[in-house]
């Protein structure tokens, strides 16, 4: 599918579009998501020695608190509906979740009641996509405390190990740590398992280091891979998940014959203030998939030499089984290799 999202920054518009496709197996469920974003955004508040050799943190200067427009990365994320719980989400989408204007420039995400929860795959391009991960986060009824509950009711989910955390000293001055051979960035992002101790001589006024160090996650918080890419001015994230967790603050994809609906979001340079689409999206799985490969018989001896496959059996001519109706053949490559792939 291809879904409209509006309303974020930097955005032309406000608005770009969200191409959707999604995939299954017996273990896991893929999605590919695909949207115009003309630059790629990684430069997320890194550290640049001043003229002084003092070093500062770059940041937005319209930012009121949390809401950085400018030197921060670009996200994507999917809004889950963990058992229809979420009311009215099925048909109105995120926006029952969305609170604007209480207390943060770009408002507050929690649900209604207690015991309607959504599952949340955030994507981060600096923070968890180099090293393979989405921030799995899920959403509850938490009311916006500025000490007890800065977000409202977006929150992680439990982890064992990795993660990402800011790279500075204990009094916030300087960075702690630096890229390999403390070579000025690019990359925006230290990998904890490459880090070296910062060493302030290596440096030039100008010059910026990465602001975070990121580490692949394990645990519930680290369910969900991922794969990217941006090129073009396009980028294409890869998702992937096993269709069930076993966790309570995860979607689970147990029942195939049910639909599930979602919303999607796309942050373009912002810390929240992302394009979303209206309405609600649906997941569905296809039947024909759910049967597996194990009745699909193989090509046979006599098809040697023969390039084509479509011209015989779409019309089930020279007594050739036609194309099944439970899988669409017309939109599958006519030639044998093709085919070979399932008929081996």
């Keep these: 599918m291809?879904?409209?999202?509006?309303?974020?920054?930097?955005?032309?518009?406000?608005?770009?579009?969200?191409?959707?496709?999604?995939?299954?197996?017996?273990k896991s469920v893929y999605v590919l998501?695909?949207?115009?974003?003309?630059?790629?955004?990684?430069?997320?508040?890194?550290?640049?020695?001043?003229?002084?050799?003092?070093?500062?943190?770059?940041?937005?200067?319209?930012?009121?608190?949390?809401?950085?427009?400018?030197?921060?990365?670009?996200?994507?994320?999917?809004?889950?509906?963990?058992?229809?719980?979420?009311?009215?989400?099925?048909?109105?989408?995120?926006?029952?979740?969305?609170?604007?204007?209480?207390?943060?420039?770009?408002?507050?995400?929690?649900?209604?009641?207690?015991?309607?929860?959504?599952?949340?795959?955030?994507?981060?391009?600096?923070?968890?996509?180099?090293?393979?991960?989405?921030?799995?986060?899920?959403?509850?009824?938490?009311?916006?405390?500025?000490?007890?509950?800065?977000?409202?009711?977006?929150?992680?989910?439990?982890?064992?190990?990795?993660?990402?955390?800011?790279?500075?000293?204990?009094?916030?001055?300087?960075?702690?740590?630096?890229?390999?051979d403390n070579k000025p960035a690019p990359p925006y992002w230290l990998l904890d398992s490459e880090k070296v101790a910062f060493d302030n001589s290596k440096y030039q006024p100008g010059d910026e280091v990465p602001s975070i160090i990121i580490a692949p996650m394990t645990g519930d918080r680290g369910d969900i891979s991922s794969a990217q890419l941006w090129r073009d001015g396009i980028w294409t994230v890869e998702l992937s998940r096993k269709l069930d967790t076993g966790s309570k603050t995860d979607i689970q994809f147990t029942d195939l014959k049910k639909s599930y609906y979602f919303g999607v979001a796309v942050f373009d340079n912002a810390q929240v203030r992302h394009a979303w689409n209206s309405g609600a999206l649906k997941l569905t799985f296809s039947p024909a998939a759910s049967s597996g490969l194990t009745t699909v018989k193989a090509l046979p001896a006599n098809h040697a030499g023969r390039t084509t496959c479509k011209v015989c059996h779409e019309a089930g001519a020279a007594g050739a089984p036609k194309f099944p109706t439970t899988v669409n053949h017309a939109l599958f490559e006519d030639n044998n290799k093709f085919c070979g792939t399932c008929h081996r």
């Design 2 to 26: 291809v879904v409209s999202v509006a309303n974020g920054a930097n955005l032309p518009g406000g608005a770009t579009s969200v191409s959707l496709r999604a995939l299954y197996d017996d």
């Design 33 to 180: 998501a695909q949207w115009a974003d003309k630059t790629q955004s990684y430069r997320r508040a890194p550290w640049q020695k001043q003229a002084d050799g003092t070093w500062k943190k770059l940041s937005d200067p319209n930012d009121l608190g949390g809401d950085s427009n400018l030197v921060y990365e670009d996200k994507l994320a999917l809004l889950w509906n963990i058992n229809d719980s979420i009311k009215s989400f099925n048909q109105v989408g995120c926006l029952v979740t969305c609170h604007p204007g209480e207390t943060k420039p770009f408002g507050n995400k929690y649900t209604a009641a207690d015991g309607e929860l959504g599952d949340i795959w955030h994507w981060k391009s600096v923070r968890t996509g180099p090293v393979g991960n989405v921030d799995d986060q899920y959403l509850d009824n938490t009311r916006y405390d500025k000490d007890k509950a800065p977000e409202a009711g977006r929150k992680s989910d439990a982890k064992t190990s990795g993660g990402y955390s800011d790279n500075q000293t204990a009094d916030k001055k300087l960075p702690a740590f630096a890229l390999p």
